[in-house]
């Protein structure tokens, strides 16, 4: 049994996928039109550089995560947002697209400045990618503050098999690349429209770009 079978996601466009994130490229996934509709541009948490933030914030615009594995969670005692915000506002029961936020904290590294630079975003990522390998709530508390401009994301227990959210595919694809438990996500906006890129604008984005697309609603 391969990697990609223990998490239920072996498909062309998956070894593809895989393979990419092996290189430390980013690939784009979409979801459904039953969740977000959205595509989100993924990449290895451990390889990302200040270019690779600029593209993001460029590229895509979305909200800037990292995705982490439920036991890196565990072991660094990361609540849900929802539990954390002792405020009415922070239930999220009302979800259209999901019984529930997989959010948690939001996190600066302490080597960055302000937090929000492409250089100082990139640090926080890189180093929550090189914790995730060897999670460690000493060091998770001596290296990064709270709040921050890196939002965490938790990722449902078995995966895939739990949820079906970019969250859990992202972790998905680091484990099977043989990465750290921790991925970026970073949704894709449409200047024009406001909204969500469209999926076939997406695709022709990654097209031009030489990305691999992977449509996680035919996994």
Known sequence: MTNADRVGIETDRVT???AAFKAGDPIL???SADRENEVDMVYPACVVQPADVARMR???GGLIC???SDAVTATLELPFAREA???PVAASDSLEYDARSASSLTVNHRDTFTGITDRDRAVTISELGAL??????GTFVEQFRSPGHVQLLRAAPELLADRRGHTEFAVALAQNAN????AVVCEMLDDETGTALDPDDAKRYAESEGLVYVDMSDL
């Open 16 to 18: 593809d996928a895989i």
């Open 29 to 31: 996934a979409y979801d």
């Open 58 to 60: 460029n590229d895509a």
């Open 66 to 68: 990292v995705a982490l």
């Open 85 to 87: 915000i002792d405020h």
């Open 132 to 137: 995730a390998a060897e999670p460690c709530l």
């Open 179 to 182: 990465r750290p438990p921790a």
